[in-house]
């Protein structure tokens, strides 16, 4: 196995999972207190959704800063390789937990919205410390 150093942005993944748990914990916890046990775990499976958009995004943006020999034209296809599999994850996991597990859908989508608030917030003090 190959040790690689840690990276900025390998702490600034883990602070976004750990930021998405926090929220995901506290909707889920306000979804157990106001509704029933089958809605928190829902919330649950829709953090998890946001959790791995989280994560594939972070492949791609990982696999793009190992690569700073591509030409503009080859980043933008990267670019709109990850933004299709990113959908096409969200869309199929949408569908599993909604059509086949029958999840709660109000539950499970607030719980990805959760999960992205944690994207969005992390993505601007990633910003903002530029």
Same mark, same amino acid.
């Given at each position: 196995?190959?040790?690689?150093?840690?990276?900025? =942005? +390998?702490?600034?993944?883990?602070?976004? &999972?750990?930021?998405? $748990?926090?929220?995901?914990?506290?909707?889920?916890?306000? &979804?157990?207190?106001?509704?029933?046990?089958?809605?928190?775990?829902?919330?649950?499976?829709?953090?998890? $959704? /946001?959790? @791995? %958009?989280? =994560?594939?995004?972070?492949? !791609?943006?990982?696999?793009?800063?190992?690569?700073?020999?591509?030409?503009?034209?080859?980043?933008?296809?990267?670019?709109?390789? !990850?933004?299709?599999?990113?959908?096409?994850?969200?869309? @199929?996991?949408?569908?599993?937990?909604?059509? #086949?597990?029958?999840? +709660?859908? @109000? #539950?499970?989508?607030?719980?990805?919205?959760?999960?992205? $608030?944690? @994207?969005?917030?992390?993505?601007? %003090? /990633?910003?903002?410390?530029?």
């Amino acid at each position: 196995m190959q040790d690689r150093a840690v990276t900025p =942005l +390998d702490t600034g993944i883990r602070r976004l &999972f750990l930021l998405q $748990i926090g929220l995901v914990a506290v909707t889920s916890a306000v &979804f157990l207190a106001v509704f029933e046990v089958f809605s928190a775990v829902s919330v649950w499976y829709g953090g998890g $959704i /946001a959790a @791995l %958009n989280g =994560l594939v995004q972070a492949r !791609c943006l990982h696999r793009d800063a190992q690569a700073p020999q591509r030409s503009p034209q080859q980043s933008l296809v990267a670019v709109y390789v !990850c933004v299709v599999q990113r959908f096409l994850l969200v869309a @199929l996991l949408f569908g599993l937990g909604l059509g #086949a597990l029958k999840l +709660d859908p @109000l #539950a499970v989508l607030t719980g990805f919205v959760a999960g992205q $608030i944690a @994207l969005v917030i992390w993505g601007t %003090n /990633a910003l903002t410390k530029k």
